[in-house]
């Protein structure tokens, strides 16, 4: 359970290997914190004790994020052995340009950057509403604000996801179970290794230190930089030639 200041002591992370997802940990860091949980697709392959979370015990759990069946048993088996989790962090995802000649490899990313966020986000809400306490943050994207021709699968898969995380935290309303959602940029991040910086580019400390002021502040949501909001406040209503004519 979180302490009088809002520490957590124990964090899950999905999809642990995430740079973004640990770099929120390390953000959270604090002498309260005991516990942080890495839900990885191979345990075998993470070498916890490389990894270094203040005094936080690291430990690993098997978890895939496209096998939807096993999320609730995931999440059910992780609260039996650690307790209570204080801050969920759904990090997994995909990224991926498929196209119209491509449909099984669209399919597949929706599978992991929707359906899997999606079963996993439900566990958790359910796991959180019975503890009476604890937060999910789920890292959505601008990608889902408005979707481009350049990437259109993965940033419905975003737009699907932030709705749901929206919904879902309403739903949970005061149960004392919370979403925060995240929508960052562009990330320098080992998964955009290669990859040219994008306007209002970001690093994962700069999520990270986001996300840490959010769950201090109870927001529902957070916007990485700042200035995205009212970027994309405004980009939302742009019309679709000058949208296109952006994507080039």
């Known amino acids: ?38 839900a990885v697709r191979n345990p075998d392959a993470v070498d916890v004790d490389a990894l270094s979370f203040g005094s936080a015990e690291v430990s690993t759990v098997a978890f895939d994020a496209g096998d939807s ?19 969920v962090i759904q990090a997994f995802g995909q990224l991926g340009a498929p196209g119209l000649d ?17 079963s996993s986000a439900l566990a958790v809400a359910r796991r959180l509403r019975t503890q009476g306490h604890g937060t999910l943050v ?3 994207s601008v990608a889902g604000v408005r979707t481009r021709a350049s990437n259109f699968v993965y940033g419905s898969t975003k737009a699907g996801q932030d709705a749901f995380a929206t919904g879902l935290g309403h739903l949970l309303h005061g ?3 919370r979403v925060l959602t995240v929508r960052p940029g562009f990330v320098r991040s080992s998964m955009t290794t290669g990859m040219p910086d994008a306007p209002f580019s970001c690093d994962v400390d700069d999520v990270a230190t986001a996300v840490a002021g959010g769950l201090r502040k109870g927001r529902s949501v957070v916007w990485v930089p700042g200035i995205l909001r009212v970027v994309f406040g405004l980009l939302r209503y742009a019309p679709d030639v000058v949208w296109r004519k952006l994507d080039r």
Not at 16 to 37: E, F, H, K, N, Y
Not at 70 to 86: M, N, P, T, Y
């Open 1 to 38: 359970m979180n302490n009088a200041v809002h520490q957590p002591q124990t964090v899950l992370v999905l999809g642990g290997t995430s740079d973004i997802g640990q770099a929120i940990v390390s953000a959270l860091v604090s002498p309260s914190l005991r516990r942080v949980i890495l």
């Open 69 to 87: 069946d096993r999320h609730e048993q995931v999440i059910s088996e992780v609260a039996e052995r650690f307790g209570d989790l204080d801050v």
């Open 102 to 118: 491509d449909p099984v490899a669209a399919a597949e990313l929706a599978q992991v950057n929707y359906v899997g966020a999606v």
């Open 138 to 140: 789920v890292l959505s």
């Open 175 to 177: 149960t004392g179970a």
